[in-house]
C-alpha cells in the first residue's frame, strides 16, 4: 500500500489526561502514542474504562467537566490540535475530523428533524445555503443506504430503527468530507445483524471515500475485517500494537491473549467453559507499581511487580511492539 | 412471538402519523379527558374575565340597599352581599383579578427564574453558588410572612411618593391606589414564586448539557450559541410548561390568600380572596357569601392542576408506561 509511506495523519505524543476524583487528580491516560496514516484503519481496544474515548474527546476538546489533557501533542494535518482556540478546533471538529458515537438512541436532539441535524455541519462548516444542504443531505442518506433515501429527512429521530440512525449518524460524520472518522464503539448498541451492515457500510465507504478511520471498540473479533493496524489499551497506555493480522496470528501481551481467549469460538470440544480474565482493571490513581496488569496476569514473574515494562519491538519484527517483561520469552518459546 | 411481530408494524405506522414532538404531545393531551376539563374551564375563565362586564347587568359596585344579602334567586344568581352587590357580578370582576394577577406575577416570576436558573445551569462554579444561595434564602422565608413585611414596609412610602407626584403634576394617575397595590401585589408575589422555577430551569440545563445530543452537537462544531438554542433550550423547556401551568393556578391562590389577609388586593375591587374573608364572618347565616367565591377559586385551580397534569403526561410519554 503506498499511503504506508505517507506523512501521519494523527500524530499523538505523549499524551495525558487526568480527571479529579475524590481523592485528588489521577491520570486516566499516560504516555499514549501514536499516529494515524492517510486512510489508514486503526482499532482501538480495550475493555471499559481503559481511557479509549477519553483519548478521542480530550484530543477533539470535548472532555467532560472535570477532565483535562495536561500533557502531550496530537498534530493534525501538521498543526497540533492541544493548542487550537475554541473557534479553531471548532472548525476541526465535524470539518476535518467526524465523530461517530456509541448510542444512536441517545445521540439525535429529540426535537430536531434528521435532516435539520444532518444540514447543520454544512450550514456552519460549509456555509451551504439551506437548499443546496438539503440537497447534499439527500445524497449523503444515499450514500449511508438508507432506504427511502431524501424522504426521510423530515422524519424525527424517534421514527427511525437504531441500525437507520447509527448511518445517519455516519452521514452526519462524513458530510463535511473529513480526513478522519472517529467512531467511538459504533456498534455496541446496536443487534449483532446490524453490527455487521454498519461494520460493512464504514468499511464500504472508506474505499469509496479514502478517509482514514480511527474505530473504538471493545470486541476484538469484530474490527479483524475492517482495520489495518490495532493498538490495545490497558489502565490508559499502550500494552500491544500490531498489524491486524500479526496481532491474531502471535498475540504476545498477556491482556491481548486473554481478550482474544474470551472470545466464543465454534470450533473445539463442545462444552468448554469461556475463557474470562479475572479481576477487574485498577482505578484511576491507584495504579500498581509495577505493570498495571499483573495483579490479573497468569504468566507474571516477579520483575512485573517491581518494575514498569516499556513498549518495545517483539523480536523478529519492527511493527509489532508489546509492554511486557514475559512477552517476548513466551512467544519465541512457543515458536521454538 | 407471533403477537409482538404482528403488534410492531401497527405501532411504528401510529407513530408514522404524528410527525414532531409538539403535535404529538397535543394528541396526547387531547385524549385525556381530564386535561381537556380542565382546559375548558380555563378557556371559559378567561372568556368570563374578558367578557364579563357584558355578560351581567350588574355593575360590581353598584350597591341596591332593598335587596340586601339575599339568597340566590331569578334576579340575582349567585344571590347579593351586605350591601346589596350582585355576587355573580362580583365574582366575574373577581375572575378578572385573578387572572391578571397570575398571569402577570408568573410571568414575572418565570422570567426572573429562567434567566437565573439558565445562567446558573449553564455557567456552573462561583456564578451557580451565589444564584442557589439566594434562591435557597428567598425560599427559606415564609411565603406569607415575606408578602406582609413587603406590604407593611413599602406601602406608605410608595403612597407617599404617589402624592408628591400628584401635587406635582396634578395628573390625577397618580390618586388610583389601585396603582399601589397591584405594584406591591404583583412584586411581593413575583419574589415569593421565582426560586421554584429558578431550580427548575437548572436543574433542565444541567441535566440537557451532558446529554449525548449536545456532545454530539459540540463534536459536529457547532457554535456555542446554535447549541444553546436549538439543543438545549426546547429540549429543557417541557417541564417548564408544566410548571407554569401548575403555577398560574398556584398564583390565583397565593393571590386569594393574600386579599383574605388584608395584604393583597384592597376593597372595592373585587377579588376572590375579599370576598372569601367577608363571607366567612357571615357564613352561619348568608353560607352563599362564603360558598360562590370558593367554589370558584376552587374549581379554577383545580382546573389549572389537571391541566398541568395532563401537559406533564403529553410532554413526557415515556412516564405514562
Redesign the interface.
Same mark, same amino acid.
Given at each position: 500500500m503506498s499511503s504506508m509511506a505517507k506523512a501521519p495523519l494523527l500524530e499523538v505524543k505523549d499524551l495525558a489526561i487526568e480527571v479529579s476524583t475524590r481523592r485528588g487528580p489521577a491520570k486516566v491516560v499516560e504516555h499514549l502514542n501514536f499516529m494515524v496514516k492517510p486512510g489508514e484503519a486503526l482499532g482501538v481496544v480495550g475493555e471499559s474504562g481503559c481511557g479509549k474515548s477519553i483519548t478521542m474527546l480530550g484530543m /477533539?476538546g $470535548?472532555l467532560?467537566?472535570g477532565a483535562r489533557v495536561v500533557d502531550g501533542t496530537a498534530t493534525l494535518e501538521g498543526r497540533d490540535l492541544l493548542k487550537l482556540s475554541n473557534r479553531e $478546533? *471548532?472548525?476541526? *471538529? @465535524? @470539518?476535518q475530523v467526524g !465523530?461517530v !458515537?456509541q448510542?444512536p438512541m441517545?445521540? !439525535?436532539?429529540?426535537? /430536531?428533524t434528521i435532516g435539520d441535524q444532518l444540514i447543520?455541519?454544512l450550514l =456552519? #462548516?460549509r456555509a451551504m445555503s439551506k437548499a443546496d444542504a438539503w440537497k447534499r443531505a439527500g445524497e449523503l442518506m444515499r450514500l449511508v443506504g438508507i432506504p427511502g433515501g431524501e424522504k426521510r429527512l423530515?422524519? =424525527?429521530p #424517534?421514527?427511525l430503527s437504531g441500525g437507520m440512525r447509527q448511518r445517519v /449518524?455516519i452521514a /452526519?460524520g462524513l458530510a463535511c468530507d473529513p480526513s478522519l472518522l472517529i467512531a467511538d464503539e459504533p456498534t455496541t448498541a446496536l443487534d449483532v445483524t446490524i453490527q455487521a451492515q454498519i461494520l460493512d457500510l464504514v468499511k464500504d465507504l472508506r474505499a469509496r471515500l479514502g478517509m482514514a478511520v480511527v474505530w473504538i471498540t471493545h470486541d476484538l473479533a469484530l474490527v479483524s475485517g475492517l482495520v489495518d493496524r490495532i493498538i490495545v489499551l490497558y489502565a490508559g497506555r499502550i500494552v500491544e500494537e500490531a498489524d491486524v493480522d500479526d496481532l491474531y496470528k502471535r498475540p504476545s501481551h498477556p491482556y491481548t491473549i486473554g481478550l482474544l481467549g474470551s472470545l466464543p469460538r465454534l470450533h473445539g470440544p463442545e462444552g468448554r467453559r469461556l475463557a474470562s480474565i479475572g479481576g477487574t482493571p485498577p482505578e484511576p490513581g491507584r495504579r500498581p507499581k509495577g505493570c498495571a496488569f499483573a495483579p490479573r496476569c497468569s504468566m507474571k514473574i516477579a520483575r512485573c511487580e517491581t518494575e514498569e515494562p516499556q513498549l518495545a519491538p517483539l523480536p523478529g519484527s519492527t511493527r509489532h511492539r508489546a509492554a511486557c517483561w514475559v512477552a517476548g520469552t513466551v512467544s519465541v518459546e512457543a515458536a521454538a | 412471538m407471533a403477537v409482538e411481530t404482528l403488534a410492531a408494524p401497527a405501532s411504528a405506522a401510529d407513530i408514522e402519523k404524528h410527525a414532531s414532538l409538539w403535535s404529538d404531545a397535543w394528541h396526547r393531551l387531547l385524549a385525556n379527558r381530564l386535561a381537556m376539563v380542565g382546559l375548558a374551564v380555563i378557556v371559559l375563565l378567561i372568556l368570563v374575565a374578558i367578557f364579563g362586564p357584558w355578560m351581567t347587568p350588574y355593575d360590581f359596585l353598584s350597591q341596591d340597599l332593598n335587596a340586601r344579602n339575599e339568597l340566590p334567586n331569578a334576579a340575582h344568581w349567585l344571590g347579593t352581599d351586605e350591601l346589596g352587590r350582585d355576587v355573580l357580578a362580583r365574582v366575574i370582576y373577581g375572575a378578572r383579578t385573578a387572572l391578571i394577577v397570575s398571569l402577570i406575577v408568573t410571568a414575572i416570576a418565570v422570567a426572573i427564574g429562567v434567566t437565573l436558573g439558565a445562567i446558573a445551569g449553564y455557567a456552573g462554579g462561583p456564578l451557580d453558588s451565589a444564584i442557589m444561595w439566594l434562591t435557597d434564602m428567598t425560599m427559606s422565608v415564609p411565603n406569607l410572612l415575606l408578602a406582609v413585611v413587603i406590604n407593611a414596609s413599602l406601602k406608605p412610602p410608595l403612597t407617599a411618593w404617589m402624592d408628591r407626584m400628584y401635587q406635582a403634576t396634578l395628573n390625577p394617575i397618580w390618586r388610583n391606589s389601585l396603582i399601589v397595590d397591584f405594584v406591591l401585589v404583583f412584586g411581593a408575589m413575583a419574589l415569593v414564586s421565582w426560586p421554584a422555577y429558578c431550580r427548575l430551569v437548572r436543574a433542565q440545563v444541567l441535566s440537557v448539557r451532558s446529554r449525548n445530543y449536545v456532545t454530539a452537537a459540540r463534536a459536529l462544531g457547532l457554535p456555542t450559541r446554535v447549541i444553546l438554542m436549538r439543543y438545549i433550550v426546547p429540549n429543557a423547556i417541557g417541564p417548564l410548561i408544566v410548571a407554569v401551568s401548575a403555577g398560574l393556578g398556584a398564583a390565583m391562590v397565593l393571590e386569594s390568600a393574600f386579599s383574605f389577609l388584608g395584604v393583597g388586593v384592597n376593597p372595592p375591587a373585587p377579588s376572590w380572596g375579599n370576598m372569601i374573608s367577608d363571607g366567612l364572618r357571615v357564613w352561619r347565616t348568608y353560607p352563599h357569601l362564603l360558598a360562590a367565591p370558593a367554589a370558584v377559586l376552587g374549581i379554577a385551580t383545580i382546573a389549572f392542576s389537571f391541566l398541568g397534569d395532563g401537559l406533564n403526561d403529553a410532554l413526557n410519554p415515556k412516564g405514562r408506561k
Open positions: /477533539m $470535548l467532560p467537566p $478546533l *471548532r472548525k476541526v *471538529r @465535524g @470539518g !465523530f !458515537f448510542d441517545t445521540s !439525535f436532539n429529540p426535537v /430536531m447543520e455541519p =456552519y #462548516h423530515s422524519d =424525527y #424517534h421514527q /449518524m /452526519m | -
